[in-house]
């Protein structure tokens, strides 16, 4: 069997449908669907159960997933994905009990289990990318993120290295992802999403302005990657079971907001028309203006594939999924 947790989210109902496609269907979805249309992205998948993550995490405080699970036949490889992701969220309490301490519960039963353990870290672990954005387990002590979400998957980070745990299991450092089945996030859903249900309905797209001299208004720089390479680049840690520690799942190359945003435009048939806003001040001493990871250990790892450009897989997005309302897996 394989657990993932977060199993209904972008970048998990991605995964589930991957591992779909070599052949596994031996799958316990674990999530919170709360008061979400996140649930839309369940019935193309093909799984054996479902359990939600208050009445999972009821088992795992018994101490042992062992025969407690159902249908359970032995556990493969836990993948680990479900966490509160809202860079914003002001709740330090609900962070570290479900982005820390959970995690924690879920790895050591994994290990008991001698399951694969894969979990998601985050990019906001590396902060004002003054460290840089390389995925080099010794350095995890040097990072600083700029928000309380960051510092739960720092924490989570800093405890399994100090557990001697990173050599067993691998941490993932998600950059800017988006795609398909993302329409549950509110605020927190990808700039593509949003651009297109804006320049539907008005012909144009706000982006912020830049407040600092060395960047244009929409010059700002991150690295994004198409939810469909982030899955792959995953569950090639669930086939290659050697590799352990802290690995970058990006696509190694820096995109401006504009580039995307012509992406966007592109794909919908509409000639580019933006209007620059002022961020606000709330987030400017947060805000990132560059993000960039370092792919060399991924690849070292063995992952060979090609990420897809933002153009291509923008059009993919746009046109297989939001305009015909489709679903991954439909």
Partial sequence: MIIVTGGAGLIGSAVVQHLNR???????????LDHTDKWRNLPPLRFMDYMEKDAFERLLDVGSLAG?????????????????????????????????????????????????FIYASS??????????FVDDDSRLPELRPMNMYGYSKQLFDLWAMRQGLLGKI?????FNVYGPNEQHKGEMRS?????????????????FKSHRPEYGDGEQLRDFIYVKDAAAMTLHFFQNSTAGGIFNVGGGTTVSWNRLARAVFTAMGKPVNIEYIDMPESIRNTYQYLTCAETAKIRAAGYAEPVMSVEDAVSDYIRNYLVPGKRLGD
Avoid at 22 to 30: A, C, H, M, N, P
Avoid at 88 to 93: I, Q
């Fill in 22 to 32: 070599l052949g596994r269907e031996d799958i316990l979805i674990v999530d919170h």
């Fill in 68 to 116: 407690r699970l159902p249908g359970d036949r032995g556990l493969d490889a836990v993948i680990h994905l479900g966490a509160c992701s809202a860079t914003t969220e002001p709740d330090a309490t609900y962070l570290i009990r479900n982005n820390f301490e959970y995690s924690r519960k879920l790895a050591l039963a994994a290990v008991t289990a001698d399951a694969r």
């Fill in 123 to 132: 990019a906001a672990t590396y902060g004002d990318g003054e460290h840089g």
């Fill in 170 to 174: 691998v941490g993932i450092k998600y």
């Fill in 191 to 207: 700039l593509v999403l949003k651009a297109y249900e804006q320049i539907g309905a008005t012909g144009k797209l706000k982006l």
